[in-house]
């Protein structure tokens, strides 16, 4: 209902929108998108162009920085030669030409010319000339050309200015082929007069080979110049242009050859591009690196880029205006269709719809609404008055009341949200809301919610009901206890009676639960036929039921009531065709006698039932305060098995296992005992229990294993120990984990070591408890079945487990010797386990005529107060002590 109403509102929302924007704003807002893609677009582009031309200019400005490097090192390496020779010939202190012409002309300067130049890569080796330019030895020839260099420039540089130390130049090859890059370097005499030079000389092709190295693409190129503009050598490689001058044109231009590091964008005097040209000096030489890339190949992916952020861009502002030109043929279709589906949502809605306007007057009105009070479509329609609706209802049958009534209440709360649930002549439940509007009137709603409200009841039901018996639950019980016991202060005594399914568990197991199901269902009707209507009967869970007797604190008459619950229930039960006795156990708790709070009197009525179960079930017990008494001692003992283990309480005692035949100790039996600091020793028959229903059982039981191998291990070779195992330990997965630690630990062979069980560790599981058997057996241990003939199929067990012994439980043993005794039945157990080469130790003998008739019958030992009670362990030593000395 409430997303049909909101989806209504969304859509007159809407429709109300379009009404009140124009289309205009929709088309101007398309132009300015469009306006803004193309600027943003321009941006873009302008940005990205930007960016190319920086990364261009980062490119060459690392090249140059790498060349200027390398070449700052190459020449460095080139001039050490020269250097050299000029250093060892000024040494000489010569002081004319003459002289130098004469010493420098010799066959052994030759040698160390060419030992020096040894390994170093140039045209013509290294060169030594005269004042007058004349070839005067070389590292590469003897004897010498006559060559003359007395036109070059850089000669007569050297020789006429004496400041001048070193020239480079570029000219045509003399000693080879091609133009050379001349490298001279003056030599001097003592008084700074001009002696001759030493030359080196290198191809601009040696240079071009490492531009090569760098790589920077189409449309580039490297060069060095002297810093007086001359090219020394470029790639891509021009012969033309080697030698020519190129520090003219525009101061930009020349400051390439004048500043160390130049980074610009410049008109190439060569081509006439646009270039952008990184240039770097060398720190040694006067020398610089020059190398330029044309614009267009710089701004060459910024040109694909560009065409195609265009492209994006025209394509998108021509989906824009295809996309405005949709929207706007497809706004006046809408419309209608928005109005048609305004139509049919309100005539599909499962509530029935009216809106009135703030004069009373219908605006809408739905299908359904006329459809569920049925209606005529000709007088309920827009413009109908709310009066002439109501009292249209009134004449059909569908409304009940004051029609002026009525409407003057709705008319009057017309500015509030309101809410109610009518029930019609046709017992149908319909919930009316009305909202009012945001410029008055209101809108109301009719919703059929029958079945919701139904189904809510249902499951009010099943949260206070059990659904196998139908009587209340423990939640209901409680909350009408709780009214009675409120109900005291005036005098109105009840009682609680709870009552415990006895040995249903049994019949579960053994018939089945769909038996079980009906046997609680048989119960619950004899319980309700027990009590009168003021009483209640609830199923507390499980095999449980309670009984609350309202006004009635007599004992006499709960006991009756008692009594004849029993009898109502001991009457066998038809479940499917099988008959089956039951009986129960009941407490009876009586308020206010024995509490006025909700939680004692369940607690009391629960502590006596419990008592009616321990004292042989199939009774009842009133509540008495030694129960709460029993109660609170066995919760302290409780707390005291808790603590007892680690304040070292326990003890072990040693009851010993006397041979017949021989009547000597062949064994003993570990047997637990505690004494309590404050109340001394106390019963295994009281603390055992409690030690199993808490778990306590499993860490007790553990202690008990190792003390008894301990202690056993310092006995002779042949007495064995005995301990018990409780069916706890035994399901525990580890038991044999912990046998073997024990046996380990105390150094106990493995056959000495006797446990005995129980038939109740059998009766679970079978398959587990043969697992569990198999696991001992294999570790060397005795098994031992104890109490044989106080549970059930016990001949059974004797065929499935490989047992060593049986244990004949004292039940069997103190009669014999008596009329009507046990004896034919301890004769039939010897023989049965004698068969299957089982041992018999009877428990319980107490007198020499118990041992006579059971030596007679073939009992192989026996244990019992006759021989010795249970002693502590110091005491058992003797005795031992004492057997061996007089064996």
Request: proline share 3%; aromatic share 6%; charged share 25%.
């Amino acid at each position: 209902m409430g997303t049909s109403i909101r989806w209504s509102a969304r859509t007159r929302a809407l429709l109300r929108r379009w009404r009140g924007a124009p289309l205009t704003w929709l088309i101007i807002g398309g132009f300015v998108l469009m306006a803004a893609m193309a600027i943003g677009t321009a941006l873009t582009v302008d940005r990205f162009r930007q960016n190319a031309i920086e990364s261009g200019r980062d490119s060459l400005e690392s090249a140059v920085r790498l060349l200027a490097r390398h070449f700052d090192r190459e020449f460095a390496d080139f001039a050490v030669l020269q250097k050299s020779v000029i250093a060892e010939l000024e040494s000489h202190g010569i002081e004319s030409a003459d002289v130098f012409r004469s010493e420098m002309g010799t066959l052994a300067m030759h040698e160390e010319l060419r030992a020096k130049a040894s390994g170093w890569s140039d045209v013509a080796g290294a060169n030594v000339f005269d004042a007058n330019g004349v070839l005067v030895n070389s590292s590469r020839r003897w004897p010498v050309a006559d060559i003359s260099v007395a036109d070059r420039g850089y000669f007569n540089r050297l020789k006429n200015d004496p400041i001048a130390q070193e020239e480079i130049e570029v000219v045509p090859g003399r000693l080879g082929n091609g133009p050379a890059i001349v490298i001279a370097r003056r030599v001097s005499g003592l008084h700074g007069e001009f002696l001759g030079m030493v030359t080196r000389a290198i191809t601009p092709e040696q240079l071009e080979s490492y531009f090569a190295s760098t790589g920077l693409g189409e449309d580039s190129s490297i060069a060095m110049h002297h810093q007086n503009g001359q090219l020394l050598a470029r790639i891509p490689h021009v012969d033309a242009m080697i030698g020519q001058n190129y520090r003219t044109g525009s101061p930009e231009q020349k400051a390439v050859f004048e500043r160390s590091f130049v980074t610009t964008q410049l008109a190439s005097p060569i081509d006439g591009k646009d270039r952008i040209v990184a240039s770097r000096l060398l720190t040694g030489e006067p020398l610089v690196v020059v190398a330029t890339k044309s614009l267009d190949a710089t701004l060459a992916t910024w040109h694909t880029q560009t065409k195609f952020f265009v492209t994006v861009a025209v394509l998108s502002i021509g989906l824009l205006v295809l996309t405005l030109y949709l929207i706007f043929r497809q706004v006046t279709r809408r419309l209608a269709v928005e109005k048609q589906q305004l139509d049919t949502a309100m005539n599909t809605m499962t509530q029935g719809l009216l809106m009135f306007d703030q004069d009373e007057r219908l605006i809408v009105c739905n299908r359904r609404y006329i459809e569920m009070y049925g209606l005529s479509a000709e007088l309920v329609k827009p413009g109908a008055y709310f009066r002439d609706v109501i009292r249209h209802r009134h004449d059909t049958g569908s409304f009940h009341g004051d029609v002026d009534s009525y409407c003057d209440g709705i008319l009057s709360n017309a500015g509030q949200t309101q809410s109610t649930i009518v029930e019609t002549a046709d017992g149908r439940l319909i919930e009316v809301k009305n909202q009012p509007g945001a410029a008055g009137g209101w809108l109301a709603t009719h919703d059929d919610v029958t079945q919701r409200i139904r189904a809510d009841e249902r499951i009010a039901h099943m949260a206070h009901y059990d659904a196998l018996t139908d009587l209340p639950n423990r939640v209901l019980m409680r909350g009408h206890l709780e009214r009675r016991v409120a109900e005291l202060s005036q005098g109105k005594p009840f009682a609680i009676l709870y009552i415990d399914v006895d040995e249903f568990k049994g019949v579960n197991d053994s018939l089945g639960h769909e038996v079980g199901d009906e046997l609680l269902r048989q119960v619950a009707n004899r319980l309700r036929a027990c009590v009168s209507g003021n009483d209640m009967v609830a199923r507390l869970g499980g095999d449980e039921f309670a009984i609350v007797k309202a006004g009635s604190s007599d004992q006499a008459e709960l006991t009756a009531l008692a009594e004849q619950i029993l009898t109502a229930l001991r009457a066998p039960v038809n479940c499917n065709g099988q008959e089956i006795p039951t009986d129960a156990s009941i407490g009876i708790a009586i308020a206010p006698d024995h509490g006025d709070t909700l939680d004692d009197l369940l607690k009391r009525a629960d502590l006596a039932m419990y008592a009616a179960k321990s004292e042989g079930r199939r009774t009842y017990r009133v509540f008495a305060p030694e129960y709460d008494a029993k109660a609170r001692q066995r919760r302290q003992l409780d707390l005291d098995l808790r603590q007892a283990l680690p304040r070292g309480e326990f003890e072990v005692h040693y009851q010993p296992l006397v041979d017949l035949a021989a009547n000597v100790v062949t064994g003993c039996e570990a047997l637990l005992r505690w004494c309590h600091p404050e109340r001394g020793m106390i019963s295994p028959a009281d603390f055992i229990p409690v030690a199993e229903e808490t778990g306590l059982i499993g860490e007790i039981g553990e202690w008990v294993l190792k003390q008894a191998c301990t202690e056993a291990a310092s006995w002779p070779g042949d007495i064995h120990i005995a301990v018990n195992v409780s069916p706890v330990q035994f399901r525990s997965r580890t038991l044999a984990l912990k046998v073997a630690a024990a046996l380990a630990e105390s150094g106990l062979a493995p056959g000495r070591l006797e446990l005995e069980i129980t038939e109740t560790v059998l009766i679970r599981d079978d398959s587990e408890a043969l697992t569990i058997l198999q696991q001992l057996r294999e570790l060397g241990v005795r098994i031992a079945l104890d109490d044989f003939g106080t549970g059930y199929s016990s001949l059974s067990y004797l065929h499935r487990f490989p047992f060593d012994k049986i244990k004949i439980d004292r039940s069997f043993i103190s009669d014999i010797g008596e009329p009507e005794d046990s004896s034919p039945i301890v004769q039939a157990v010897v023989h049965m386990a004698a068969a299957r080469h089982m041992a018999t130790t009877a428990e319980g003998v107490e007198t020499e005529a118990q041992r006579d008739v059971l030596r007679q019958l073939g009992c192989s030992q026996m244990q019992g107060w006759l021989f010795s009670p249970a002693v502590p362990a110091a005491k058992l030593k003797q005795l031992l002590s004492a057997q061996a000395v007089a064996a």
